[in-house]
């Protein structure tokens, strides 16, 4: 039992039982709606976090994959007449291709470089959909037909929060697999030191690739979801700004830690909801709290919280 | 070979100030391992701090100089309120401090100023010079006559004053500067006073040519960074060859290839470069101790 709460799945089953849980507490579709949207930002973090806290590889070109995804469920459906539900299984495996191509090159850089790398490579994507309007609507975006699965139309707060729900689990369970793995254990490596990782006969290039690949695919099925929970796809889901979201929520949540990745997008989405009582202050709170959040918990926030409980306890 | 210099000189313009961009980031970088995602909004205080006080009837020298005092106070506050109180954290968390600072100041900017988009009159005249039959704008001159003097003042204040000599032995080794009686963090506020100035100047230089908004600031961070990472981020000279070299990318893709692909010509060679040298061009191949 207590291996068991120790272990990386007892997460895991909490957050099933959260997810299970959660429509009760919640009193109307606007709270369900909001729920959904966490759901999906928290697949993608969920994703980011075994490239960027367990690998330790800085990606600031994570919206390019996303937005892949979500335009894949719009163009596919409306252009090539797929069904909605194989456009989306395709966007994820254009994008886990697309990682896999530009990959290697890609992460031989290092830090900084790789950073400024991945953020060339997602305004890339975001130009391509802003500007081949033939395809994708151009800057105003394109409509995104819903998904229909055995006959059943999948629209509405309450269908996408489990839609959302149940994937994060998945995602949250494939992602406690892989760091439980000898992958998991030779991510950590690297991400203590490159150098001492490859001295040690780990395939460094391999397994930088494997994250990058995953959390691509996480994000390309997450931007598949919000499209379709949308019904609209805009450039701006694939531009910059979203980039720094995603890599924010996984900070401020805790690098290195699932949860903290779904509290981080939790905060995230909340934030500007909650924040709008400020109307014209708004931005100005959403920037002080990342500063303060950073300062007082530099870990973000459920590993920094963790550590200080452990502490008072001993 | 009129359109080619026409296209150079808005090139070298634009070029210019992504230099002056890539320089704050050069210079916080090296006194403290910081990437300034801020960087950005320091010109655009510049810009919009000088088009409100000269509006309000403030002389336009007189309205750039408090610019620039706005900027430099700004610049210290963010040092000593966010930044020296998280040292120690990773890099990463320290990238997004100052990138929530960078959406604090423009929603602060967005609140005392406005949100639309603003001018400043050229400060020599908008007659163009005519050369080689490609019109070359007076403010344009201004600019790069500013940002070659910004260059050669901050190597003066590097190489031959006793406080530029602290960045740099700071830059080079923070612990052994200590040692020989540096103030390191004095050193690294110094730091981020003069990058909050460099931008300010850029900001107010530029503004006659390309107008100035509560959000500009983004845009220019992020060209500013690719700049300064593809001179090799630390290296002073790099930065003012990485920004000539994005802003001339830029203005000879927009007019011989396609103005809506201009950011993919300039972001396909800086991929490009990286990959065939991968710390940048002025990169020395770096160790890590194990």
Request: hydrophobic share 60%; charged share 10%; aromatic share 10%.
């Amino acid at each position: 039992m207590r291996r068991f709460l120790e272990g990386p799945y007892a997460g895991v089953l909490a957050l099933a039982i959260l997810v299970a849980v959660l429509p009760l507490a919640l009193p109307s579709l606007f709270y369900l709606r909001i729920a959904a949207l966490i759901g999906i930002f928290a697949l993608v973090v969920v994703g980011l976090n075994l490239l960027i806290g367990y690998a330790g590889q800085v990606s600031l070109g994570h919206a390019g994959f996303f937005g892949v995804g979500a335009y894949a469920v719009a163009i596919g459906p409306t252009y090539l007449g797929l069904p909605a539900w194989l456009a989306l299984i395709a966007g994820a495996a254009i994008a886990g291709l697309i990682a896999f191509l530009v990959g290697r090159p890609i992460l031989r850089l290092r830090g900084h470089y790789l950073a400024v790398a991945t953020l060339g490579m997602g305004l890339l994507f975001a130009m391509v959909f802003a500007n081949e309007s033939a395809w994708t609507g151009g800057p105003d975006g394109m409509p995104v037909p819903h998904l229909d699965l055995f006959g059943f139309r999948m629209s509405g707060a309450r269908t996408w929060y489990w839609i959302s729900g149940v994937s994060l689990v998945i995602g949250a369970w494939v992602a406690a697999n892989v760091i439980a793995s000898p992958t998991g254990r030779a991510l950590r490596a690297i991400h203590d030191s490159e150098t001492a990782a490859q001295v040690l006969g780990i395939d460094v290039a391999r397994y930088k690739l494997i994250a990058f690949v995953l959390s691509a695919v996480y994000a390309a099925v997450a931007g598949a979801y919000l499209a379709m929970f949308d019904g609209l796809v805009t450039p701006e889901t694939a531009g910059f700004l979203r980039s720094i979201e995603f890599v924010t929520m996984a900070v401020l949540g805790g690098l290195g830690s699932t949860f903290g990745g779904i509290v981080g997008a939790a905060l995230l989405v909340l934030l500007p909801q909650v924040l709008t009582v400020f109307q014209d202050y708004e931005h100005i709170a959403l920037g002080l709290i990342m500063i303060v959040v950073m300062i007082f918990l530099p870990a973000g926030i459920v590993p920094s919280l963790a550590g200080l409980l452990r502490w008072r306890r001993s | 070979m009129a359109e080619f210099l026409q296209f150079a000189f808005s090139g070298l313009t634009v070029g210019a100030i992504y230099a002056l961009v890539a320089l704050g980031f050069t210079l916080i970088y090296n006194a403290s391992g910081v990437i300034n995602f801020a960087q950005g909004e320091f010109v655009m205080l510049g810009g919009m701090v000088t088009v409100f006080t000269h509006a309000a009837g403030v002389p336009l020298p007189l309205a750039a100089l408090i610019a620039l005092v706005v900027a430099i106070i700004v610049g210290l506050a963010l040092y000593r309120l966010a930044i020296e109180p998280a040292r120690g954290a990773s890099p990463v968390t320290l990238i997004i401090i100052t990138i929530g600072a960078s959406i604090l100041l423009r929603g602060g900017a967005s609140l005392t100023f406005d949100k639309s988009f603003h001018s400043l009159p050229p400060f020599a005249g908008s007659k163009p010079l005519m050369i080689g039959g490609a019109a070359l704008l007076p403010q344009s001159l201004i600019v790069l006559a500013g940002a070659g003097a910004i260059v050669i003042a901050l190597w003066y204040f590097l190489t031959r004053t006793l406080s530029g000599k602290a960045i740099l032995a700071t830059a080079a080794n923070r612990l052994a500067a200590r040692l020989v009686g540096i103030n390191t963090n004095a050193v690294v506020g110094l730091s981020f006073g003069v990058s909050a100035a460099i931008g300010a100047l850029g900001g107010i230089l530029m503004t006659p040519i390309t107008l100035t908004s509560y959000d500009s600031g983004t845009l220019l961070a992020l060209k500013g960074f690719a700049a300064a990472m593809l001179g090799s981020m630390g290296n002073p000279l790099g930065a003012v060859v990485g920004g000539l070299t994005v802003g001339l990318l830029e203005a000879f893709s927009a007019g011989y290839i396609s103005s809506s692909y201009k950011d993919a010509v300039a972001f396909l060679v800086i991929l490009g470069v990286l990959f065939l040298m991968p710390q940048g061009l002025f990169g020395r191949g770096g160790m890590e101790r194990v």
